[in-house]
């Protein structure tokens, strides 16, 4: 007996991804326990979206930071989403994928971290063994 796998999102999708909480763009896939980001362990789960407006391709990914580590420790260097948890959907194609709309939305109270807006920031030595 064999078990077969679908694939259902590209590699380009996870390319394109990054984590809202710390901005780092490497996820780890645990069989059977759900994808991860590597650098904070925020939990990132895709679903097909319904209405793909003509595009190739519609995913809603969906963050979730019960399992995120350190979010009391540097504020500087993460952002906790509100309630935990966020979604944003993306529309296109591999190598042309775009934002379509973040829930909730981004505004006064929240800002999703941006793809490696803490790249240059370098985490406290007290900080970094906890991680």
Same mark, same amino acid.
């Given at each position: 007996? !064999? $078990? ?5 999102? !590209?590699?380009? $999708? @996870?390319? @394109?991804?990054?984590?809202? /909480?710390?901005?780092?763009?490497? @996820? !780890? ?5 759900? /994808? @991860?980001?590597?650098?904070c362990n ?28 350190? $979010?009391? /420790? &540097? ?5 906790? $989403?509100?309630?935990?948890? *966020? ?5 296109? *194609?591999?190598? *042309?994928?775009?934002? &379509? ?7 006064? &109270?929240?800002?999703?971290?941006k793809r490696?807006e803490f &790249? ?7 900080? !970094?063994?906890? *991680?």
């Open positions: 007996m !064999s $078990l077969e796998v679908i694939d259902r999102h !590209s590699q380009a $999708l @996870f390319e @394109f991804l990054w984590c809202p /909480v710390c901005g780092h763009e490497v @996820f !780890s896939h645990i069989p059977f326990e759900g /994808v @991860f980001c590597k650098n925020t939990q990132v789960e895709l679903q097909e979206c319904r209405e793909t407006h003509g595009y190739e391709e519609a995913v809603l990914a969906c963050f979730n930071t019960a399992m995120t580590w350190n $979010l009391h /420790v &540097d504020e500087k260097l993460r952002r906790d $989403l509100p309630d935990g948890s *966020a979604r944003v959907k993306i529309l296109g *194609a591999p190598g *042309a994928y775009e934002v &379509d709309w973040w829930s909730p939305e981004p505004g006064e &109270d929240w800002e999703p971290v490696g &790249d240059d920031v370098e985490e406290p030595e007290e900080v !970094s063994h906890l *991680a």
